[in-house]
């Protein structure tokens, strides 16, 4: 029990820690999620995203929110994997930031549900 009750901790003060290292709200952050806002339709992100970010990453990107969205409705890792070409590690790292990371995740899929 008090090894559960370690583990528990540790992965409070780690989730704790991604929070606060997100939210130090740098300038150039700051001025991203502004810059995100202002879009207006999917053409316009995907030109801004495509002056922002490589071929390459915006395929990572595809594919980490591929994840969330098979990892929500309940879909194995293995197939996720299989299906998205991501490591389990990654999405293991996309599962635990859409049960317990900002909301940001959670906050979207549940949008797309309405």
């Known amino acids: 029990m008090r090894r559960e009750a370690t583990f528990r901790y540790v992965d409070t003060r780690l989730n704790a820690a991604m929070k606060t290292q997100f939210l130090s709200n ?13 879009l207006k339709n999917a053409d316009e ?24 969205q098979l990892i929500d409705k309940g879909v194995s890792y293995r197939t996720v ?20 990371g900002m909301g940001g995740y959670a906050l979207v899929l549940k949008r797309l549900k309405r």
Do not use: M
């Open 26 to 38: 740098n300038k150039e952050t700051k001025e991203l999620r502004h810059a995100v806002l202002l």
């Open 45 to 68: 992100a995907a030109r801004f995203f495509r002056d922002l970010l490589t071929p390459e990453e915006i395929r990572e990107f595809g594919r980490r929110w591929s994840a969330a």
């Open 81 to 100: 994997a299989r299906q998205t070409g991501l490591s389990t590690a990654t999405i293991t790292r996309v599962a635990r930031w859409l049960k317990k």
